[in-house]
């Protein structure tokens, strides 16, 4: 049922007497407090805000000798109290509000400075079930809301950065102003959402409830993008409570503002090549509209780098590239021969960082660590009305047994090119088709409507490369092949063997796998099935 309002106007201007202060974060604290205290606030607060206010010789009154209750239940219950939600919620220039504040002795509260207990960096850490609990806030979200909804008399503040703008407003206005304070309540609900959001997709991960009932997701503003997709599109980057290595969590050493469009390459060169173990080999990917235009493993970084970028060295210029290893001199002295907009890897030497600082203005991102291609997490996608929400494309091609088809068997070198082109796919639009030569991409086609005309771009590319790199055979010549999903008819596979390849590995699943294979057999090829689709819209 909803509550009828009666509709008097609040105040443009509220005088900041009484300020309650309840922070985990006590960034700026102590000076903010000072500076209020110096211009006659009156401070009440809690718990170890209160002390860290005492010890520093800021006058402060315990919210305790507000209630005339003492916290409880290890400080769980101190501030759900009619003394402080009242002072709270009341509508000053209401005559009934008024008099039941006369009646019961509710002094109001014109300025809730409150942060809350730090669950997302809780559970960030790791840290066990009955710790992350205790480290969900409740008193705290009751109190913003309740200062939030009655933001026409209070000023919330929930972030440390907002202390300058309050004391500003103080300072030249004598109190808080009507817009600022719907501005701070706007800010206080969206906290107090993505909050409640990183709260209940933890417990849908513990429960084991993969698609609840209600789903909610929340970040934290980074930045204000100069503007998305295209120059007439707004946009912003934000972080969520996710802790997955990658763009969100990098640090950029140097470089002009990343862009929309940079940090969705960014994430998608990161993800492809943290498919390939550096424990095991050098891995690099080079990303151009959200696509690898090559991708190679090596035993160094720069001949990795090097395959890669022979791939497609005209899609090249201008794109992303990622590393799986930290990045070192000889590298970064390959990388800064072209033009290139992003670079993101674990870590770099000083020696790399110093030969990338050269050039000014290309962005280089250091990860720490690689995200885990097998690791849970979930994507959303809007829709007109909704939101898409599924799990991460988990699935690696370690995760299962390639299955021969064919009477031809695969040599070993055609099983590990197989095994590579198959980690590539994955990360290629649908319909995606690429071919493999000794551990590198030699022709790449993505995001067709047809299987076929996919494999003609990928044809096509790899004779442009074949064409720069100076060379007379095809690099699709003894290449083997990946399909992201199954052929439905033997026409792609044609195009395929055409060009030169030896071994094909796809999903399989089609009504007409029997006719595929049978093509497969005649041009004596091997073909082996996965039993793992890979698509990716």
């Known amino acids: 049922m909803s509550v009828e309002a009666k509709n008097i ?5 509220v005088p900041v007497k009484r300020a309650l202060l309840s922070v985990s974060d006590k960034t700026g604290l102590i000076d903010f407090a000072r500076a209020l205290a110096e211009k006659g606030v009156e401070l009440v607060s809690t718990g170890g805000t209160r002390k860290s206010l005492a010890d520093a010789g ?22 759900l109290h009619p003394k402080v939600h009242g002072g709270l919620l009341a509508v000053r220039n209401d005559p009934d509000h008024a008099e039941a504040m006369q009646a019961h002795g509710i002094a109001g509260i014109d300025l809730a400075v409150i942060n809350l207990y730090p669950f997302e960096e809780t559970i960030a850490k790791g840290a066990d079930e009955a710790t992350s609990i205790e480290n969900i806030d409740i008193g705290g979200p009751a109190m913003i809301r309740a200062a939030a909804k009655n933001h026409g008399h209070v000023a919330v503040v929930v972030d440390p950065a907002d202390y300058a ?18 501005r701070l309540a706007q800010k206080a609900f969206a906290r107090t959402a993505t909050y409640d959001a990183a709260i209940s997709n933890w417990f849908a991960e513990k429960v084991g409830e993969p698609n609840p ?48 469009n940079n940090i969705n390459d960014t994430d998608a060169a990161y993800e492809l090549v943290a498919e390939f173990d550096p424990y095991r080999t050098a ?3 080079i990303i151009k509209h959200a696509n690898p235009c090559g991708v190679a493993e090596a035993k160094t970084l720069k001949d990795a780098y090097l ?13 992303i590239i990622a590393f799986n290893r930290k990045l070192d001199a000889e590298t970064a002295h390959e990388i800064v021969k072209i033009f290139t907009e992003v670079i993101i890897a674990p870590d770099a030497t000083n020696e790399a960082k110093a030969i990338i600082a050269e050039k000014k203005n290309l962005r280089l991102l250091l990860a720490g660590k690689l995200p885990n291609p097998g690791g849970a997490g979930f994507t959303a996608k809007t829709v007109a009305g909704g939101l898409l929400v599924q799990t991460r494309d ?4 370690d995760d299962v047994e390639l299955k021969v088809v064919t009477f031809k068997q695969p ?92 071994a094909v590995v796809q999903p399989g699943g089609s009504m007409r796998d029997d006719d595929v294979v049978a093509a497969a057999d005649k041009a004596g090829i091997v073909m082996c099935f996965t039993g793992m689709r890979h698509f990716r819209h």
């Open 283 to 285: 891995a690099c990917a």
């Open 165 to 182: 703008k309050i004391l500003e407003q103080i300072e030249t206005k004598g109190g808080t102003e009507l817009k600022v304070r719907r």
């Open 58 to 79: 800021v006058p402060v009154i315990d919210v305790s000798a507000v209630t005339g209750f003492p916290e409880i239940m290890d400080g769980r219950v101190k501030t």
């Open 411 to 502: 040599t070993p070198a055609q099983e590990d090119d197989m095994t590579f082109a198959f980690r590539v796919v994955k990360h290629i639009k649908s319909n995606a088709i690429v071919f493999v030569k000794d551990r590198a991409t030699v022709g790449i086609g993505a995001g067709q409507m047809s299987r076929v005309d996919s494999a003609k771009i990928a044809v096509s590319k790899a004779a442009e490369a074949t064409k720069a790199a100076g060379l007379t055979e095809s690099l699709t010549a003894g290449s083997v092949a990946a399909s992201d999903a199954f052929f439905p008819f033997a026409d792609g596979l044609e195009a395929l063997i055409a060009a030169g390849a030896t």
């Open 394 to 397: 988990y699935g690696t091609v």
């Open 213 to 260: 009932a209600y789903r909610a997701f929340g970040g934290r503003l980074v930045e204000v993008m100069r503007y998305g997709e295209n120059p007439h599109q707004l946009a912003a980057f934000y972080r969520t409570a996710e802790q997955r290595p990658g763009v969100a969590t990098a640090v950029q050493v140097q470089g002009k503002q990343l862009s929309y």
């Open 9 to 13: 106007a609040p105040p443009d201007l």
């Open 307 to 319: 395959k890669a970028l022979r791939c497609d060295p005209v899609s090249a210029f201008g794109g």
